[in-house]
C-alpha cells in the first residue's frame, strides 16, 4: 500500500475532482483511519461541514501519521471557520508549529490558515501568518493568491485584489483544481460587482460554467450561482429566470435557503396564460404605460383593465402591452408584477428561438445531432420535460434533418422552444455540463454515436439519467491525472471499447457514484448499449 500522504496527494492537487479516488478509498478494504479522512473530504466538497468534521474528529482518533495529523487539524479549522464558529487556540497552535513541518504539509496548511484569516477578518488578528520558503507548488500558491485577494477586498484595495484574484484563477486553471478556479472568479465577481456590474456579471456566468462543467452538483460551491442570481437582479437581467430555475433544481446546501426561496418567487410558469386583474397588477401597468397609447391595445380594453371591469387578463393582452415598451426602454425586473414577468419571459423565449432556429439551419446534420443529444443529457430537472416522455426527444432527433419539421414540433411549448435555445446557447451552468458530454460524445465518431443514441432512446427516463451522468462525469477527467491507475468492472472496460473512449476515463466516471446501487445499475446498462 502507497504511504498514506502519498495515498492523499491526488487531493491536494485535484481538490474536489479527486472525488472517485475518494470514493475508490472509502469502498476498498482500508483502516478506519484512511476511510474516515476519505469520508472528511467528501463532505466538505458536499457542503456538509457538521458531517465533514464529525469524520475529521474520528480519523484524528485514529491517525498515526504526523503529516496527515496536521492537516486534519488545518481541516478541523476549516470546517468550523465554514460554520461560523473561531477556534483561535487551534489556530495558534498550527501557526506556531509550521516551522516543524515538512515543506508539501506546511505548504497546504499556510493556505488554509491564510484562507480562514481571510474569512475570520485580518483587522481582529494582530498579524498575517509568515509563509515560509519563497518556492511554493501550484495548487498552495493559488489558494495562498486568493486568500491575499480577500484580504485586500476587505481593506478596500480593490485594484490589488482584483490582480490577485486573476492570479488565483489563472494557477489553478492550469492545474487544473476546481475549487480554485471557480472560487477565485467567483470572488473577483463579488468584489467587483457594484462598482463593475456588467464585468462582474461575465466573470459570474464564467464562475458558473466551470461549475457545471466540473462539478455533478455545486455542494460547497453553491455561492457561485448566489452571486450570479445577485447580480442579474441588480442589472435587471431576464436571464435570472434560468438561474432562479436551475437554483431550484439542484440540492441546496444549508445556508441557502433564502436564496431558494427568493429565486422560486423568479420561476417562470409557462402553463399559465390568463391571471386575475388584481389591484397589484393594476397598479403597476398605469405606472408602466404612463403616456402609452399605441394601436396594440385599445384605449378601451386599457380602460377596462385599469377599472377592474375586466376581472382576467390574458397573456397575449399583457404581450401586446408590454412588447412595445421594451422596444424603447428597460423594464426593471424587481418591480415587475409576476403576471408581466411571466409573460416578458415567454416573449424572450419566442424571439431567442427564431434566432436559433436561423443559426441551426447554418449548421451540419451531424453538427446539429451533437447539440440535440448533449443539450438534452446536460438538463438538470427532466421529471416533467416533455421531451424525457417515452419517444418524444426519438421524435425530435429525428426531426433535425429538416429544420421546418423540426421548427414546427418544438414550437408548440415553451419548454421545447427554450431547450432549442439552449442548443445553441445555453444558461453557463448548462453549458458547462454540455461542454463535458460533448467530448464523450465526439469521441464515439459519427458511426457509434449513431449507434449509441439509437439504443439510448429505447431505455427509460431512470437509465438515461444514470448514463448521462456517467458520460458527464467521463468528460469531466480528460486530461486529469492522478498517478494512481484505477480499476473497474469488466463491463465498463468493455463499453470504452465498443464506443471508442478511454478506458481509465471510464474507470474514474464509474467511481464517481457514491453508492454501490446505482453503480451496479450502470454496469447493467452499459453492457445493454
Not at 416573449?347 to 440535440?372: A, C, D, N, P, T
Not at 427532466?382 to 414540433?409: I, N, V
Amino acid at each position: 500500500m502507497r504511504k498514506l500522504p502519498e495515498l492523499f496527494m491526488p487531493i491536494f492537487r485535484y481538490g474536489a475532482s479527486a472525488k472517485p479516488l475518494i470514493i475508490k478509498i472509502i469502498n476498498s478494504n482500508l483502516p478506519n483511519s484512511i476511510r474516515y479522512i476519505a469520508l472528511s473530504f467528501l463532505h466538505t466538497w458536499k457542503g456538509d461541514y457538521n458531517k465533514a468534521l464529525h469524520y475529521t474528529y474520528k480519523a484524528l482518533d485514529l491517525c498515526r501519521n504526523g503529516s496527515i495529523r496536521y492537516i486534519l487539524l488545518a481541516r478541523k479549522l476549516s470546517c468550523k471557520a465554514s460554520l461560523g464558529e473561531k477556534d483561535e487556540k487551534l489556530y495558534r497552535f498550527l501557526k506556531s508549529n509550521l516551522n516543524k513541518m515538512s515543506g508539501r504539509t506546511r505548504e497546504d496548511i499556510e493556505a488554509v490558515i491564510s484562507n480562514v484569516e481571510a474569512r475570520w477578518g485580518m483587522e481582529k488578528l494582530k498579524r498575517e501568518t509568515r509563509n515560509w520558503g519563497s518556492k511554493k507548488i501550484v495548487p498552495a500558491l493559488a489558494f495562498l493568491y486568493l486568500a491575499k485577494a480577500r484580504k485586500l477586498a476587505e481593506k478596500g484595495n480593490l485594484s490589488q485584489a482584483i490582480n490577485h484574484y486573476i492570479q488565483a484563477y489563472r494557477l489553478s486553471k492550469d492545474i487544473p483544481h476546481p475549487s480554485g478556479i471557480t472560487s477565485s472568479l467567483n470572488g473577483l465577481a463579488w468584489r467587483i460587482r457594484k462598482k463593475h456590474p456588467f464585468w462582474a456579471h461575465s466573470v459570474s456566468k464564467r464562475a458558473v460554467y466551470y461549475l457545471g462543467y466540473y462539478r455533478e452538483v455545486p455542494g460547497n460551491l453553491f455561492g457561485c450561482l448566489d452571486t450570479l442570481f445577485v447580480i442579474e437582479k441588480a442589472i435587471n437581467s431576464c436571464s435570472i429566470a434560468q438561474t432562479a430555475q436551475i437554483i431550484a433544481s439542484l440540492p441546496v446546501p444549508k445556508g441557502y435557503e433564502e436564496l431558494l426561496m427568493e429565486a422560486e418567487k423568479s420561476i417562470p410558469n409557462y402553463n399559465i396564460s390568463m391571471y386575475e386583474n388584481t389591484e397589484e397588477v393594476r397598479k403597476y401597468l398605469r405606472m408602466l404605460i404612463g403616456p402609452y397609447r399605441k394601436e396594440n391595445v385599445s384605449i378601451g380594453g386599457l380602460s377596462a383593465i385599469f377599472t377592474g371591469k375586466t376581472k382576467v387578463i390574458r397573456g397575449n393582452t399583457l404581450k401586446k402591452i408590454i412588447e412595445r415598451i421594451t422596444e424603447s426602454r428597460n423594464m426593471d425586473i424587481t418591480s415587475m408584477s409576476y403576471p408581466v414577468y411571466n409573460e416578458l419571459v415567454k416573449i424572450e423565449i419566442e424571439k431567442g428561438f427564431q434566432e436559433v432556429i436561423k443559426s441551426l439551419e447554418q449548421l451540419s446534420l451531424s453538427e446539429r445531432q451533437v447539440l440535440s443529444i448533449s443539450t438534452y443529457m446536460a438538463q438538470i430537472e427532466r421529471d416533467k420535460f416533455y421531451l424525457s416522455r417515452k419517444d418524444k426527444f426519438k421524435e425530435a432527433y429525428e426531426a433535425l434533418g429538416e429544420t421546418g419539421k423540426l421548427k414546427r414540433y418544438m414550437s408548440k411549448r415553451y419548454e421545447t422552444m427554450e431547450f432549442m435555445i439552449d442548443m445553441v446557447r445555453a444558461h453557463p451552468y448548462i453549458e458547462g455540463r454540455k461542454a463535458v458530454v460533448r467530448k464523450a460524445i465526439e469521441r464515439m465518431g459519427k458511426k457509434r454515436m449513431s449507434e449509441f443514441v439509437k439504443r439510448y432512446t429505447e431505455f427509460d427516463e431512470a437509465d438515461r439519467k444514470l448514463l448521462d451522468r456517467f458520460l458527464r462525469n467521463y468528460g469531466r477527467y480528460e486530461g486529469i491525472r492522478f498517478g494512481i491507475r484505477i480499476d473497474g468492472p469488466e463491463r465498463v472496460r468493455s463499453f470504452a471499447k465498443r464506443y471508442n473512449v478511454k478506458i481509465q476515463q471510464c474507470f474514474i466516471a464509474y467511481w464517481c457514484e457514491e453508492d454501490g446501487r446505482p453503480r451496479r445499475k450502470l454496469e447493467r446498462i452499459l453492457e445493454n448499449i
